[in-house]
């Protein structure tokens, strides 16, 4: 796995693997959640935005973990490629929280009236976004793309802060927004009709984090050792 | 004297305090950058009492954070330009101790000049007397972690624009921001602020050693 020929040949085994199942759990939460599921009997059916936000907000989140425990990883025992794969999975973890801010307010507008609010989880998700940011630039300036990776792996190490300060923000202060939909020590609030599609969306948004993880990785391997005698082996014959 | 930590933390202090103190641009401009952005919000937005005092924590504090953010690219540019830093690292010294003695002396020439100036910034901002001491007690703590912050965000873009690392270290200090306004707000509502400080002092204690270390670690991308 450590050495990048080995990761190439591996990776395009299992590509098919995760870009079917991809498929299958979000055309399957999907349509359950977006057709089949009930009607909200308070915000009718907007709160179907849902099975979009829940799980691209979690994403957001857990990809920065994925990439601070990759910064440390790289940092500690100096591994290729942990490093690239902290700046493989930085534009994905971006784009989700994009995507959060985005249905996010898209679901404000009908339910609270309003694009946004400066409330503190909208706020901590957006300062999110703005680390995600700070971490691709910073990354983009260094022309040695191995120092590049160490000096963003020390930087995600920092901004990892911000992840339990999102999460415990709806707890902390007096906010517009709803409390945790998932919590792992109690059972769900929300009925098992509602529950479960959004259970396979977030699996869904998983692997498409793993799939499209690997294939900017692949990228990523192919570009800093296109110099290197197996990519030019791969790709003569 | 250099064989204990703190002879050379002394040494590296004293060194670099002549070296500021013999440019008096290094610790006067942060003061007068924090001046002038105090003065503009009260010209952009007129002279209103009201008006004024209610934004002054929120005006304070973005003012502290960019006059912080404007020594930052010294606090290693010159030393890694003229090959001290790399004798620093040949010593075999602790290099944990440079960058808290870096870091020392960016709070002693922004830090310190930001929090006497600020209490000018409250009187004109007609902050009430009461309000004082929320505010230094607030701006010792945030400047300080500024520092740290500052620090790191130098040592990542050694030797680029200075616009990168304000990019890098302005997204991890609103917390700093947030905390900061929210002393002062809390003590001009006559509210408790301690919880705040509390906060500001805890990001403070796991600051100083994480983000010392990461910087060293960020120093030595440059010497591979």
Redesign the interface.
Known sequence: MGSPPLFYNWSSKIIPWLGITTLVLLSLGIYWGLFVSPIDYKQGDVYRILYIHVPSAILGESIFIFMAICGFIN?IWRAKISGMMLKAAAPIGMSFTLLVLVTGSVWGKPTWGTWWVWDARLTSTL?LF??Y??LI??HS??EDKT?AD??VS??S???V??IP?IKKSVDWWQTLHQPSTFTITSSPSMSPEMYLPLLICLLGFYMFFAFSLTLNLRNEVLDRERSKAWVKQNFNS | MSNSIFGWLTIILRRDLLIAFRRSATYITPLIFFLIVVTFFPLALGPQESLLSSLAPGVIWIATLLASLLAVESIFSEDFRDGTLDNFFISLEPSFVLVFAKVLIHWLITGLPIMAASIIAAIVLYLPFDSFLPILLSLILGTSFMSLLGALGAALSLGKSAILSAIIVLPFSIPTLLMGTSVITSSINSQDYFGFLMIMGAMLAIGIPLLCLLTVEALLLNYD
Do not use: P
Request: charged share 10%; proline share 0%; hydrophobic share 75%.
């Open positions: 940092v300062i703005f680390i940011a700070a630039g910073l300036t260094i120092k160490r000096a020390i930087l190490i920092v901004g802060a911000i300060v």
